[in-house]
Structure formats: C-alpha cells, structure tokens
C-alpha cells in the first residue's frame, strides 16, 4: 500500500535547523512531484516548497526561500526539507504529498516546534 512516512521534527531554538525526512513507498516514487505543506494552529494548510519528479525544477513560498531547501534522492524514494535559520512562525504540523496527474498522496505529518 502507499505510505509515506515524514520524520524529523521536533523542538528546536530560533536560528537552529531541522532535516525533515519523507520515506515513501508503495507508488513509483520517480514518476511523482513531491511536496512539503506545513498547517499551524488555526491556520489552513500551506504549501512550503515543491520538486519535480527528476528534481530539476524547485519552488518555494516566499516566507521560506532563502531558509529552507527541498531536495529528493530517488534512489531511496525520500524527499527531504532542510529548514535553516528556523522561527517561531514555523511552528507547524510538516506534510508531505506526493502528486502525479492522477493521484496524490499524503504522510501523516510531523511536528516542528520553534520555541526559546
């Protein structure tokens, strides 16, 4: 069955860094865009930063770019988030999807907290 499987979060201090890490299987992982969502309190569900399937092309909301990078290896069928310079407003819930023309798929999320 597909399942992807986010891991990574935790707390961290203003200016620390996190890797996030989304294991995926049970799909062609290849063949899909990946994509990181974040969905703080109270707040709808973002989008963060997005890849191609070959990774040659990456898009970033502005609240992140210049902090975070998402990369992928497809060998290992994982995308990865790493949040640099990290701040209390990116305290949220991490998602990951996978999406094709036809399906998509979502992880189960994990959490970050930003906090002194």
């Known amino acids: 069955q597909v399942q992807l499987v986010e891991s990574g979060g935790g707390l961290v201090q203003p200016g620390g860094s996190l890797r996030l890490s989304c294991a995926a299987s049970?799909?062609?992982?290849?063949?899909?865009?990946m994509k990181w969502y974040r969905q703080a309190p109270g707040k709808e569900r973002e989008l963060v930063a997005a890849?191609?399937?070959?990774?040659?092309?990456?898009t970033y909301a502005d609240s992140v770019k210049g902090r975070f990078t998402i990369s992928r290896d497809n060998a290992k069928n994982t995308v990865y988030l790493q949040m640099n310079s990290l701040k209390p407003e990116d305290t949220a819930v991490y998602y990951c999807?996978?999406?094709?023309?036809?399906?998509?798929?979502w992880g189960q999320g994990t959490q970050v907290t930003v906090s002194s």
């Open positions: 999807r996978a999406k094709s023309n036809y399906y998509g798929y």
């Open positions: 049970g799909f062609t992982f290849s063949n899909y865009a």
């Open positions: 890849i191609s399937s070959v990774g040659g092309s990456t």
